[in-house]
Every structure is written in structure tokens, then in C-alpha cells.
């Protein structure tokens, strides 16, 4: 699919790889609908688009609410008319350990909160179900080309402290096989999936992590550093372009080791 002419909706674009992306597939000639909570940074970052003769246009949407989705695949129909590229960015981390004992007592002191658990898969996994199912009927229904592109993470294959944010992940690289696979079930032709698994990426998303957690990451990157935004871009966009690359998950990850083994 060229992105020259296409129409992109992306959610979590206030931020990160959703604004980099959004920014970037604009000054490429797609059209683009940004998604997120943060109402002030989708005005600036569309303002700037816009600035840089980007065509582009915004509407808030929290993904956790159907109708909120519903809306927002609505906008993105009526001010551009069609929908071609799915990026299902917004995402959240709530790191905690399942159970932690105190060192003196042995009995358990701290533990994962449903809350933590239940608003990484809220976000994480039922926005994302939204997101691309919304997307998905206007494709059929219109017989739009379309390209999903959720974001999985290398902690697909685990993390500590990532019970929540990894089950979610896991669940996102598996999610291509099972939708292309019903695709060509139904005789759907015109939609392909692929996900992106970036590795630690340098965005705000990171802030929550402790610099000692951060530092002892980047020790376990062969490449020396973290996954630069525009490198998870570069990917998003052969993906876009490549018409024969379905049904898979992309690892952007620098060769990130886990127990002195690639991931
Ligand atoms: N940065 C990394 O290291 C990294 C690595 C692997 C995967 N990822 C994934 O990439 C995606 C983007 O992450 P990022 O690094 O750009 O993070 P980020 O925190 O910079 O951006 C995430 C955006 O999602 C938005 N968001 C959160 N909850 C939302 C909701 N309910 N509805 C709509 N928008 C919501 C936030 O407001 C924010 O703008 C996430 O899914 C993340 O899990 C990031």
C-alpha cells in the first residue's frame, strides 16, 4: 500500500511512537487521524502537522470505551472519507511484582493491585480488540485496503514485574496469525495484520521505570543504547509499503539479551 493518498488512524498519538509515527507518515503524504486521552498535546502535535503542510485532524478517544472508538472510526470516515492504516499505539505500563514477602516476616507486604492488572489489560488489550475491530468492519464493509499494525513489545517472551504489560504483549504478536487466518476464512482479502515488537524505546513511557532498572537494560543491548523512535517508524512503514508482509510480528529490539540469550 503506498502512504502517499492513504488514511491512518492512530491511537496513544499524543505521545511517543503514535506522535512520531503520525508525524512522520503525514510528511510522507498520509492522511492522518490522531487518537489519544491528552486533548492539549493532539491540538499541538496536529497544529504542527499542520504547520509542516501535513494533512491531519484530532479527536480524543479513550480506548477502553466502545463508543468512544466507534466515534472515533466515525471522525476518521467522515473528514477523510476512507480508512487504510491501523496503529493501535496507546498503551500503558503498571509494573509491580505478583507477591513480594518482607525480608524479616516472610509474609507477603506488597503485591500486583487488581487495579494494576485490570488497567493494563483494559488499555492494553481490550482497547486494542476495539481499535482494530471498529477499523476492521468499516474495511469490510466499504472494501477499503487496510493494514493493522498493533504494537506488541519484546517482552513478549516475559518480564519480570510485567505479569500484566507481557500476558498483553504476548497476546498482541499472537493476534496477526489468528486474524489473517480468519481473513482468509472469510474471504476477506483486502486487510493484512502485522505487529511491531519494538524493544526499549526512548519515550515517556519509560519514565516510570527506576534509572538503576533503566541502566542495567541498556547493559543488555548489544547495540549499546535504547530503539530510537524513528527506527520503530522505519518499520511501521515497510510494513504499510510491503503488500506480501501479513500474518507476523517485527522485532525492533537492538538483540536485547535475557539470560544471556537473544530474546
Ligand atoms: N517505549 C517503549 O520502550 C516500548 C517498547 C515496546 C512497546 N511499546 C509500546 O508502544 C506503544 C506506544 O508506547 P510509547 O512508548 O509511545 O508510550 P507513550 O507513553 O509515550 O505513549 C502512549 C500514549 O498512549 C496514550 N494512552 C494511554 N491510555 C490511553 C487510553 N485509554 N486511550 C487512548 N490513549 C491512551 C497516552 O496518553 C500516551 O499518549 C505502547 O503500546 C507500548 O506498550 C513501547
Known amino acids: 500500500m503506498q502512504i502517499k493518498g492513504s488514511v491512518v488512524v492512530i491511537t496513544g498519538a499524543a505521545s511517543g511512537i503514535g506522535e512520531a509515527a503520525a508525524k512522520s507518515l503525514a510528511a510522507a503524504g498520509a492522511k492522518v487521524v490522531l487518537g489519544d486521552i491528552s486533548e492539549e498535546r493532539l491540538q499541538t502535535i496536529t497544529a504542527e502537522i499542520k504547520s509542516a503542510h501535513g494533512e491531519a485532524d484530532f479527536k480524543v478517544v ?8 466507534k466515534a472515533f472510526m466515525q471522525f476518521a470516515k467522515e473528514r477523510f472519507g476512507k480508512i487504510n492504516v ?4 496507546a498503551g500503558i505500563i503498571r509494573d509491580s511484582f505478583f507477591v513480594t514477602p518482607d525480608r524479616e516476616t516472610g509474609k507477603v507486604k506488597k ?4 487495579e494494576q492488572w485490570q488497567q493494563v489489560i483494559d488499555v492494553n488489550l481490550t482497547g486494542v480488540f476495539l481499535t482494530l475491530r ?3 468492519i468499516e474495511m469490510v464493509n466499504n472494501k477499503w485496503d487496510g493494514v493493522l499494525i498493533p504494537i506488541s513489545s519484546i517482552n513478549k517472551a516475559g518480564e519480570l514485574g510485567q505479569l500484566n ?4 504483549k504476548a497476546a498482541l504478536a499472537l493476534w496477526p496469525k489468528i486474524l489473517a487466518g480468519e481473513f482468509h476464512a472469510r474471504q ?3 486487510i493484512r495484520i502485522a505487529s511491531v515488537a519494538p524493544g526499549y524505546v526512548a519515550t515517556p513511557i519509560l519514565s516510570a521505570m527506576k534509572p538503576e532498572v533503566l541502566q542495567s537494560i541498556i547493559n543488555a543491548i548489544p547495540i549499546g543504547r535504547l530503539i530510537e ?3 520503530v517508524i522505519k518499520t511501521l512503514k515497510f510494513i504499510i509499503e510491503n503488500n506480501a508482509v501479513h500474518a507476523t510480528t517485527i522485532e525492533v529490539a537492538g538483540g536485547i ?5 537473544a530474546k
Open 257 to 261: 539479551i535475557s539470560k544471556g540469550l
Open 111 to 114: 503485591f500486583m493491585s487488581t
Open 165 to 168: 504489560y507481557a500476558s498483553t
Open 86 to 89: 491501523v496503529l493501535a499505539c
Open 188 to 190: 476477506i482479502k483486502n
Open 229 to 231: 523512535t524513528d527506527e
Open 62 to 69: 479513550n480506548v477502553t470505551n466502545e463508543e468512544d472508538v
Open 134 to 136: 471498529e477499523a476492521v
